[in-house]
């Protein structure tokens, strides 16, 4: 029999009723003929519940204690959609991760998968049985509930659907599909059948929030077919594949923004060997999530270094920068805080081949008086930091510009 992971988030099982809504889902691809694995999250607000019952219980907890309680929420939800299941007449049963078993190492709170024996699970589907699996958590090699961290029941999801060697993986949430950009911002947002790990890939990590990029690496890894749709509307969703399967030959895909970024500017900097070491070693061990960075070296041989990263992380890239310069490591002149900025970053595996793609997309932001702060790129993106005022405008002047709103 052909197998099938479907995947279901907090707003899609948030209450009784929404998890019979899933559930008949699963019993619609059920009697198409797949067995079918569903990974489900804790009901929508559950899981922060929980966090806060640890932090108000102890300061500095256990860490394995927390992942113990954590992960409850999703074997509640496993449990409920077996038996709402089960009262549909489709045979199913739950597991926790530690059942499976789901293998993970040792790093509580941020754990990795490292292997799923699925011997167990492919039993059951010979007997007829599908699987509802509590998504998020696994077993550590002590024996000890882990938990994967921010998206981990995507990621689980993909990682059942690539151990399963399933045709699709199925990702139901709130939106259904992946568009050419926040439909909030314009309403010109187009939904795109298909798009490529790559483009995908690029646009989680510059801030589109319909898939974690950790899922997405592991899709791409093992060339899982994402499929993200609906929860509540029988609609077309959008295919996450390999390049060669998008019809849809466009130069820019998509425009991603993330909202409240910071740019910090090191001024004043020594001009030697590993400088650059100096002074972003300090930031990654004060946890900061360093971004965009252009470095300028003047005509004095003294440089100004330049980064953006998330503004709620900058109190610590100061604390980092201070305790480097008063220890003597790195000697800067000043450091200058711009809080007000956002990114916004175009996206298309067409930029491989297609020359001027950053001149029309300078072009058209200078038409809207949008001034440029900072400019990174790769391969298949261009990012830029503006001031956050212009955010809005900024993506509907390039959504217009690279005319996403028309299907190809």
Known sequence: M?????????????????????????????????????????????????????????QFYDAREYDAVVASGENVTAGLMALTLQEMGVPA??????????????SHGAARIMEIDTTRLV????????A?????????????????????SDTSAVAFAAALEAERCDIYTDVDGVYTTDPRITKKARKLA??????????????????????????MRYKVRLQVLSSFDDLPGTLVCDE?????????????????????????????PGIAAAIFGPLASGGVNVDMIVQNIGADGRTDMTFSCPVDEVPRAVKALEETRDAGEVKYV???????????????????????????????????????????????????????????????????????????
């Open 334 to 408: 000043r450091l200058d805080i711009d809080e007000n900025v956002s990114k916004v970053s175009i996206v298309g595996i067409g930029m491989r081949s297609q020359a001027g793609v950053a001149h029309r997309m300078f072009e058209a932001l200078a038409a809207d008086g949008v001034n440029i702060k900072v400019i990174t790129t790769s391969e298949i993106k261009v990012s830029v930091l503006i001031d956050r005022k212009y955010l809005e405008l900024a993506v509907q002047a390039l959504h217009d510009a690279f005319g996403l709103d028309k299907a190809s």
């Open 244 to 272: 060669e399967e998008v019809l849809e030959s466009r130069v820019v895909s998509g425009i991603a923004h993330s909202r409240d970024e910071a740019k910090l500017t090191v001024l004043g900097v020594p001009d030697r």
């Open 93 to 106: 049963r739950s597991w926790q991760g530690w059942q499976v078993p789901m293998l993970t190492n040792s």
């Open 194 to 219: 298909k798009i490529s790990y790559e483009e995908m890939l690029e646009l989680a990590s510059l801030g589109a929030k319909v898939l974690q990029t950790r899922s997405v690496e592991l899709a």
């Open 2 to 58: 052909p197998r099938l992971v479907m995947k279901f988030g907090g707003t899609s099982v948030a209450d009784l009723d929404r998890i019979r809504n899933a559930a008949m889902k699963v019993r619609r691809e059920v009697e198409r003929g797949f067995d079918v694995a569903v990974v489900v999250s804790a009901m929508a607000g559950k899981t922060n519940e929980l966090v806060g019952w640890v932090d108000r219980t102890a």
């Open 123 to 130: 039993q059951k589907f010979g007997e007829g049985l599908h």
């Open 132 to 152: 509802v699996i509590a998504g998020f958590q696994g077993v550590s090699p002590e024996g000890r509930i882990t938990t994967l961290g921010r998206g981990g």
